[in-house]
């Protein structure tokens, strides 16, 4: 059974090569623009949807393949924190995080010709407050970028954190057991 990752996360790939699967990347290009009015964890889900959608289409589903499609945002009062533009964008992201607790959500699809499941995970994450000095090492690191929430707990990152409630690998971008649960009813 081939599975097809419709993501350009090498954090995502390399947590599913952890647990055995070597998936064949086929990034899905679409809009992730957040909708008005679109709450954090709709936002997830239908990205992970599309993202497995428009691959499925494209490479077509056979009974041989099985799709998977993720996405993650950082929601703090009800406001999604994603990806930075830029240095200035990303500190005043870490900012508004400092010293705070808020929510990670992965939303995960699995598509194949037994059909298509989405599930939702989400984790809390308390950040230390971070100080200038802390700020200015952790941007200079260059981590920030391609980061929900402007920082990667499996990195450098890691030191911005507290406490996680919930799964480590929710927070990287891909939770691993109700991923592996979906390949195995689905794939």
């Known amino acids: 059974m081939r599975v097809v990752l419709a993501s350009r996360s090498p954090r995502r790939r390399d ?19 957040q909708r008005a009015n679109e709450s954090a964890t709709h936002y997830v889900q239908r990205l992970s949807q599309e993202k497995v959608q ?11 393949v099985v799709f998977l499609g993720a996405d993650t945002c950082v929601e703090l009062d009800g406001v999604v924190h994603d ?29 194949s010709q037994k059909g298509s499941t989405t599930i939702i995970d989400t984790a809390r994450v308390t950040m230390v407050p971070i100080s200038t000095h802390l700020m ?36 990287i971008g891909l939770p691993l057991a109700p991923t592996a649960h979906l390949l195995r009813v689905l794939g």
């Open 83 to 111: 990806q930075p533009e830029d240095r200035e964008a990303a500190r005043r992201t870490l900012s508004i995080l400092s010293g705070r607790t808020h929510q990670v959500h992965t939303a995960v699809t699995c598509l």
């Open 136 to 171: 200015e090492w952790y941007l200079d690191t260059g981590e920030s970028y391609g980061k929900a929430g402007a920082y990667g707990m499996q990195g450098f990152g890691g030191v911005l954190v507290e406490r996680v409630q919930g799964s480590m690998s929710t927070v």
């Open 15 to 33: 947590l599913l090569e952890r647990i055995g699967i070597f998936p064949e990347v086929v990034p899905a290009n679409i809009d992730e623009a």
């Open 54 to 64: 428009k691959i499925a289409d494209e490479l077509g589903v056979t009974s041989d």
